[in-house]
Structures are given as C-alpha cells and as structure tokens.
C-alpha cells in the first residue's frame, strides 16, 4: 500500500501541469479587473467636445442670430458671417494683418509677467507686514478707481515712446488687481500651519517656500484669469492713440472706413488669443493643483 502511494506521488509530480497563464501576463502582475481599458481616441475626442458643449451651444445660437440680423440691417451695421469669415482669413494669411495681432499679445504678456512679479511680491509684503498693507491698500484701491482712459492721457503727456506709453497703461492697469489678490490670499493662509513652522524653527525664507507659496496658488491663478481680460481690453485702448502697430491701430483703421466686418474680425482674433491664453493659464492650474482633491480643483 505505502508502496503504491509512493508510485501514485512520483507520476502526479512528473505530470506537467495544466494551468495556462494568460499571454502577457507574468506572475505578481495586477489583475486585469484592476486596470481600466484603454479608452479609444473618438472616445476621448468626443469626450472634450461634450463638455465644452455649453459653449458650442452658445457660439451657435449667436452666430444664427446674427445671420438673421443681417437680414433687417444694413452690411455696414451688422456685416454677412461670409464678410467676417474673409476679413479673419486675411488677418491671419497677411503677415502685416497677423503682426498686428502678435504685437498686441506680446504686449499683453509681458506686461502680465511684470505686473505678476511686482505685484506678487507687494501683495507678499502686504500680507507680511501691516505697516505695508495699511499704506498700500487705499493706494492700490485708488489707482484701480482712476478710469483707463485717464490714464492714456496721462501716459500722452507723460512718455514720448509709444511702446513705453503702452507698457505703463498696462502695468497701471493690471498690477494693483495681482497685489490685492495675492494680500488676500495671505491673508487667508491658515493659521495652523505658519505655527508648525514656527514649531519646526523654519526660517521666513522656508515659511515663504514652504507654507505660504504653496498656499496662495489658487488665488494667483484667479488674479491670472482675471487680469487676462483686463489686460487684453487696456492694451486696445492704449494702442488706440500714437501706436502704428497692434489690434488697436486695426480698429481705429476700421472705424476710419466704416469697415464692421473687418472690425469685428480683429475683435474675435483677438478673443480667440484670450481663450488660447486662458487655456494654457488652465493647464498649469491643473499642473500645480494636481495634488488638491477633484472636488477642490476648479
């Protein structure tokens, strides 16, 4: 008997075994219930489509609005969409047309940087130090209540340079809104966390790297999306007077013929730069919010 088991044993561990692994799959690898499919690429595509469907709606609705209008009013007032069509078309297939329109986004960006980095680092010392806030802030609320156009003729009197008239329009414009967000954002880091620093001993330097930066972000990223159409609106009316080149001068050129498609041509140019700036202002939102739950992320 324990010879016939000893036999029965043998032939069982020389048997091959029957279990199949599956193709591609190794041992220690996840389940494949674990890892999700590979959503297609029409998939992903119409995904992107549905949820910006609100504003494909809206676009729709306005275009088909005014094509009707066109109907009722002259073209000098309200222009055929074929008229726009054709005057978009020549500003971005001339160089001279598209220059103009590289010129004002350049302007606008780096004015932007600038006023971002004074700005922020004001708005730091604010949040900081009272004795700063206390001066600043009714300066800073004053300088937001001159109008724009005050300030062009300000900058006329002022520059003889246009690009220096234009630089300071849009500095005076946009840094007073990044210094104000970012005082409030300092304002509102929590409590709890600057007393862990200071019970770590960390130094001013690693409280700013550590604690306050990472903290504000959010409202730098508003006071971004913000000062974005500001900033775009500002640099229009300071190339309306003395600038040669620029979205600005285009309309003036507009205006002067009674030319309303090529004037609403140059408008929607320069929105379409708008939405190309705020979705990269989105992407590095997303970057630098990555670690904040879904929930919390705009």
Request: glycine share 8%.
């Amino acid at each position: 008997m324990i010879r016939a088991n000893r036999l029965q044993g043998t032939e069982e561990r020389g048997r091959p075994s029957t279990t199949v692994e599956s193709p591609g799959k190794k041992l220690g690898d996840s389940p494949s219930a674990d890892t999700p499919p590979p959503v297609p690429g029409p998939v992903l595509i119409w995904n992107n489509i549905a949820s910006h469907r609100p504003v494909i709606i809206d676009l729709i609705a306005i275009a088909v609005l005014w094509e009707i209008s066109t109907y009722y009013f002259p073209p000098a007032i309200v222009p055929p969409l074929g008229d726009i069509g054709r005057a978009i078309w020549e500003i971005f297939s001339q160089w001279k047309n598209l220059a103009s329109l590289l010129a004002t986004s350049i302007r606008v960006l780096v004015a932007l940087l600038l006023s971002f980095t004074g700005g922020t680092i004001l708005g730091i010392c604010m949040g900081s130090f009272p004795s700063v806030r206390t001066y600043a802030r009714p300066l800073l609320h004053m300088i937001q209540g001159v109008p724009a156009l005050s300030w062009v003729v300000f900058a006329v009197i002022w520059f003889a340079q246009v690009e220096i008239r234009i630089a300071f329009i849009l500095l005076i414009g946009t840094l007073p809104a990044f210094a104000l967000y970012t005082d409030s954002a300092v304002q509102s880091v929590s409590l709890d966390l600057v007393q862990l620093g200071q019970a770590f001993r960390a130094t001013r330097m690693q409280q700013l790297t550590k604690i306050i930066l990472p903290a504000i972000v959010p409202e730098i990223m508003s006071a971004w999306t913000v000062n974005l159409g500001n900033g775009i609106r500002v640099a229009v009316i300071a190339e309306l007077i003395g600038s040669t080149v620029g979205v600005g001068f285009q309309l003036l050129q507009a205006q002067s013929v009674f030319n309303m498609a090529a004037a609403v041509a140059w408008t929607l140019s320069l929105v379409a730069v708008l939405f190309v700036y705020q979705g990269v202002i989105s992407l590095i939102e997303h970057r630098l919010l990555a670690w904040r739950p879904k929930g919390e992320v705009a």
